[in-house]
């Protein structure tokens, strides 16, 4: 079992910057293949950026590529999300999610995920 806690959220305004961070729990954190996800009232859940259980791989959605920058620090058992150039757009409660990593994999849909965090919430004021 892994539990995850998500916070950093808050309201910004357009062009400021944010970072999220996910705290797990347990032993075996090193292990799990990590990804952040948002919804945005209304829409489904959407990939924003994975990262492999090493931290050696990352990926990322064409809307975030460049501005936002994932990241993971396994003596800590921490996943980072480093927001830059913020847009009203990006304005969704953030998850972070986690599951068993095969070896070098990245995730890229939600129904691959087995863990979720309660999600924190990001707004960006135009």
């Known amino acids: 079992q892994v539990q995850l806690v998500e916070s950093g959220g808050g309201l910004v305004q357009t062009g400021d910057s944010l970072r999220l961070s996910c705290a797990a729990s347990?032993?075996?954190?090193?292990?799990?293949?990590m990804g952040w996800f948002r919804q945005a009232a209304g829409k489904e859940h959407e990939f924003v950026a994975g990262?492999?259980?090493?931290?050696?791989?990352?990926y990322y959605a064409d809307s975030v590529k460049g501005r936002f920058t994932i990241s993971r620090d396994n003596a800590k058992n921490t996943v980072y999300l480093e927001m830059r150039s913020l847009k009203p757009e990006d304005t969704a409660v953030y998850y972070c999610?986690?599951?068993?990593?095969?070896?070098?994999?990245?995730?890229?849909?939600?129904?691959?995920?087995?863990?979720w965090g309660q999600g924190t919430q990001v707004t960006v004021s135009s």
């Open positions: 999610a986690a599951r068993p990593a095969l070896g070098s994999g990245i995730y890229y849909g939600a129904g691959q995920y087995t863990y």
């Open positions: 347990g032993r075996t954190f090193s292990t799990y293949a």
């Open positions: 990262i492999s259980a090493t931290g050696g791989r990352t």
